[in-house]
């Protein structure tokens, strides 16, 4: 009895480390698991963005003297970014007062994947098609795809227009949050993107909103991958890119038209050889002569 | 709020915590020790974040929102503990606010590996896998790697928090449990728990990694 339970005892306890065994194992597998990197420009724009917040009001709480010195700081930068603003010509105003520059943070999904003026423009003149995704002729899904609404694309046109009339939605939440996208974005791309929103809402603007919604169309029917990729490119990489897309779909193993039928050659000399047709003389050896026919 | 002068404070957490003393030079205003701070972590805590939620971009934007919190709620900042457990209760408290957002919006979700629900589906599925494949079967890395990241997602999130903290950062049973908001004993529960399930989870493949 007593040898029984002895040896029931010693079944479990090697039971137990087998399992803390596998366990082990299993802890030191995790080492595969592969290390991240952060984007290189994430530091920068987390810097950037961490100044917006600041701007906005959410300081914490500093001593009197603290906050005056602060003052004082803030109004000597003020005023030598008036002065550079005014040397540089540069008429963005993306502070919170300004109703455009909120507009265009709480959009700028839109804007970022309807690209620049130039682009658009550049869209606008060609005839681009209603899109086709990559693979196959074209089928009904993609019809579907060119008839999708695009409300962000409306809802973005409606603010815009809103905040250049004056007379925009606020909302202190999104407002802040609008800010701290519009602080994220480098200083040439906030004036591309406030420029863009300025085209988009202006009078006579529908040749432009319809090449954005044409583009949307074509970026909602490319792969994930590229749909990420896409809005990142430049005008005339964009170009290029619809331009690839943009190719008569061929069946696989498809070589292209068999060329022309050529006219009938009049009789002549060889070309190339620059004199009369050579003839071998009738006594030249007939094994010489090259095949018979 | 006035900030901690951190040389006089005599802290033995500043003294052996480089972070900590960066810390202190950010809540005087010294902007490039901020840079420094964001810089000294950035990859590790975007590690975190991404074995956390399985999403590099989602980890990212988590990163960079800790980062602005950290930055944000500065002057509450107190050496008391690693800089490293203050970080992560920041992180982690972002990646929950993202995905209660996720969850109220049903727009762009978290990946659903992290939820609890299907966790134990996908360990399910996962054995089911590992069991038609051959044990002497050498998978290459790449290979290896996707199980091991599946493995860790069909841990529910407290345990796969708790394994990341563990074992890539090192921290202790109390510095998880000041993270996570919870008892020592939850934790080494917590954490006992994650290492069986890890264990039926990558038994099937442990020949192949040794």
């Not at chain 1, 209603?130 to 008839?147: I, M, Q, T």
């Not at chain 2, 805590?45 to 989602?58: K, M, N, P, Y």
């Not at chain 2, 008391?80 to 727009?107: C, G, M, P, V």
Request: contains cysteine; proline residues 9%; hydrophobic residues 40%.
């Amino acid at each position: 009895m007593e040898r029984d339970r002895d040896d029931a005892d010693f079944t479990l306890k090697a039971d137990d480390d087998v399992l803390e065994a596998g366990r082990e194992r299993a802890w030191r597998m995790l080492d595969l698991l592969p290390k991240g990197e952060a984007h290189p420009g994430l530091a920068a724009t987390t810097i950037e963005m961490s100044a917006v917040t600041t701007a906005g009001g959410r300081e914490p709480r500093r001593s009197e003297a603290a906050r005056w010195r602060r003052r004082a700081i803030a109004a000597a930068v003020l005023a030598a970014s008036l002065a550079a603003g005014f040397v540089a010509g540069s008429r963005v105003n993306r502070g919170p007062d300004d109703p455009l520059a909120i507009a265009v943070g709480r959009h700028m999904a839109v804007l970022a994947e309807a690209g620049s003026v130039d682009f658009l423009r550049a869209l606008s003149a060609r005839d681009i098609p209603p899109p086709r995704r990559p693979g196959g002729p074209r089928s009904e899904a993609d019809d579907a795809v060119s008839l999708e609404p695009y409300p962000a694309l409306d809802a973005a046109i409606a603010d815009f227009r809103a905040a250049l009339a004056g007379s925009p939605p606020r909302d202190p939440r999104r407002d802040e949050q609008a800010l701290r996208a519009a602080g994220s974005i480098p200083p040439g791309g906030f004036q591309a993107a406030m420029a863009t929103a300025r085209a988009l809402a202006a009078p006579g603007a529908e040749p432009l909103v319809e090449a954005a919604r044409r583009w949307h169309q074509w970026v909602l029917a490319s792969d994930p991958v590229e749909r990420r990729i896409v809005p990142t490119l430049g005008t005339k990489e964009r170009l290029e890119w619809l331009a690839r897309r943009n190719r008569p779909w061929r069946p696989p193993g498809f070589r292209g038209p068999f060329p022309p039928p050529q006219a009938p050659q009049p009789p002549g000399p060889l070309p190339n050889s620059g004199g009369p047709p050579v003839r071998l003389p009738r006594e030249f050896p007939r094994e010489n002569r090259g095949p018979a026919g | 709020m006035p900030s901690i002068d951190f040389r006089q404070s005599g802290s033995s957490a500043v003294l052996s915590d480089p972070s900590a003393e960066l810390m202190g030079r950010v809540q005087r205003g010294d902007a490039s020790a901020f840079e420094e701070l964001l810089l000294l972590w950035q990859d590790r805590l975007v590690t975190l974040l991404w074995h956390q939620t399985g999403d590099h971009a989602l980890a990212e934007d988590l990163a960079q929102e800790t980062f602005l919190r950290v930055y944000r709620s500065r002057a509450s900042y107190r050496p008391t503990a690693r800089f490293s457990t203050w970080l992560y209760t920041i992180a982690l408290n972002a990646a929950k606010d993202a995905r209660q957002r996720a969850h109220r919006r049903r727009e762009h979700g978290i990946p659903t590996s992290v939820s609890a629900s299907t966790s134990a589906l996908g360990l399910d599925a996962l054995a089911i896998d590992a069991s038609g494949r051959l044990p002497s079967r050498q998978a290459d890395r790449n290979e290896m790697q996707a199980v091991v990241q599946r493995a860790l997602a069909g841990l529910n999130e407290h345990q796969r928090t708790a394994v990341l903290l563990s074992k890539f950062e090192q921290c202790s049973h109390e510095e998880i449990a000041e993270a996570m908001g919870l008892t020592v004993p939850a934790v080494k529960s917590l954490l006992f728990r994650a290492r069986e399930n890890l264990r039926v989870a990558l038994e099937p493949y442990c020949g192949g990694a040794e």
